[in-house]
Nanobody
Framework: QVQVVESGGGLVQPGGSLRLSCAAS????????VDWYRQAPGKQRELVAGITSGGNTNYAGSVKGRFTISRDNAKSTVYLQMNSLKPEDTAVYSC?????????WGQGTQVTVSS
């Protein structure tokens, strides 16, 4: 059974940094693309960043230059390094591991940016 677990969320002041982790088990992780999404209260879920099985990355315009997605296949983990955080980055962040028609979601981790 495939499991995807996010961690690393928390409360941080504006301008601060957090690193989120998305760990997968029960599958050949290196074959999967992984996307990070976020959903703020009252807003639609949005794609924040993604990384392919080959390591190609893409970012939403709102986070480009501040967030970095990376993967460590040996640890079956994808990271989202978030710098220069803003209050508008406050949301539940979830990761999705996908391969062809297969998609596996984690439970999400809360990120709150506030002074």
């Amino acid at each position: 059974q495939v499991q995807v677990v996010e961690s690393g969320g928390g409360l941080v002041q504006p301008g601060g940094s957090l690193r989120l982790s998305c760990a997968a088990s029960g599958t050949i992780f290196r074959l999967y693309a992984v996307d990070w999404y976020r959903q703020a209260p009252g807003k639609q879920r949005e794609l924040v960043a993604g990384i392919t099985s080959g390591g190609n990355t893409n970012y939403a315009g709102s986070v480009k230059g501040r967030f970095t997605i990376s993967r460590d296949n040996a640890k079956s983990t994808v990271y989202l390094q978030m710098n220069s955080l803003k209050p508008e980055d406050t949301a539940v962040y979830s990761c999705n591991a996908r391969r062809a028609t297969l998609k596996y979601w984690g439970q999400g981790t809360q990120v709150t940016v506030s002074s």
